[in-house]
């Protein structure tokens, strides 16, 4: 399967800069072989300035993967709404005509909400309607070993839990969805913030709140590994897009 990781940082473009998270994907592919399945995964990297340049090569694609960000969502102007715009417009095309699937995580949960209608706002409602290039240094933020609760059945969850039931992520977020988008289903929440994880039923596209990425280490086994959650997640979210792909492939 072919991915794309969208990078949607306002800062200069890194390919290196979610080397952690292109990593994650990679190594949660090889976990689908304990189900059965051999998914051989690549990954390739654009930032969101430069998306529209490249899109002629974008229905060669299986999957895209929304990335973080670093700063307030209000601190994106002009040139990069624009950008950002013809992000939103070609997601909603390829998610309704081209079954694409799509992850969207932690920033890109909140980006994701954005392109289908949601509604995203800082944790702490005491800085609303600011715009700083940088989240105040004293307001709330959810960061570290959480524990969220499940909200719905689902298959994102296979190998970690059965609702109703609870388990371990990592966070690290200064702002949060406030409004579900229409049509989209809130599957998790914490004590802090309420939509931790959401999908659009019907389609292979979900937002994280969390970082599945994260707490698992490079360096760890899967039986190790102190946080092994988001690794069976983003394994779930690749078996249900090579499902998807393969549906596609023989229509």
């Given at each position: 399967m072919h991915g794309l990781l969208i990078d949607i940082d306002r800062k200069l473009p890194d390919a290196s800069r979610y080397q952690e998270l292109q990593n994650g994907i990679i190594q949660a592919a090889a976990l689908t072989q304990i189900s059965g399945l051999s998914i051989n995964v690549s990954l390739n990297y654009i930032h969101f300035t430069n998306f529209e340049d490249q899109r002629p090569t974008f229905p060669e694609y299986?999957?895209?993967?929304?990335?973080?960000?670093g700063c307030p969502w209000s601190y994106y102007q002009g040139r990069d709404i624009s950008h950002l715009n013809i992000v939103a417009e070609t997601i909603r095309e390829f998610v309704f005509h081209k079954q694409l699937s799509v992850l969207g995580i932690c920033g890109g949960h909140q980006f994701?909400?954005?392109?289908?209608?949601?509604?995203?706002?800082?944790?702490?409602?005491?800085?609303?309607?600011?715009?700083?290039?940088?989240?105040?240094k004293n307001c709330v933020a959810e960061r570290g070993p959480t524990v969220i609760r499940t909200l719905k059945e689902d298959p994102i969850f296979e190998g970690i839990t059965v609702h109703p039931g609870k388990f371990g992520v990592i966070q690290n977020h200064v702002?949060?969805?406030?409004?579900?988008?229409?049509?989209f289903i809130n599957l998790a929440s914490s004590?802090?913030?309420?939509?931790?994880?959401?999908?659009?039923?019907?389609?292979?596209?979900?937002?994280?709140?969390?970082?599945?990425?994260?707490?698992?280490?490079?360096?760890?086994?899967?039986?190790?590994?102190p946080m092994?959650?988001?690794?069976?997640?983003?394994a779930n979210f690749l078996k249900m897009a090579y499902a998807v792909s393969n549906y596609a492939d023989l229509n």
């Open positions: 299986d999957f895209f993967i929304l990335s973080p960000q994701l909400t954005m392109v289908f209608g949601g509604e995203i706002g800082l944790i702490d409602h005491n800085y609303a309607g600011i715009v700083t290039s940088a989240y105040p702002e949060e969805v406030k409004i579900v988008p229409p049509a004590e802090l913030s309420g939509s931790q994880l959401i999908r659009l039923p019907g389609k292979i596209v979900y937002g994280t709140a969390f970082h599945p990425e994260r707490g698992w280490g490079d360096k760890k086994s899967f039986q190790e590994a092994q959650n988001g690794k069976i997640i983003l």
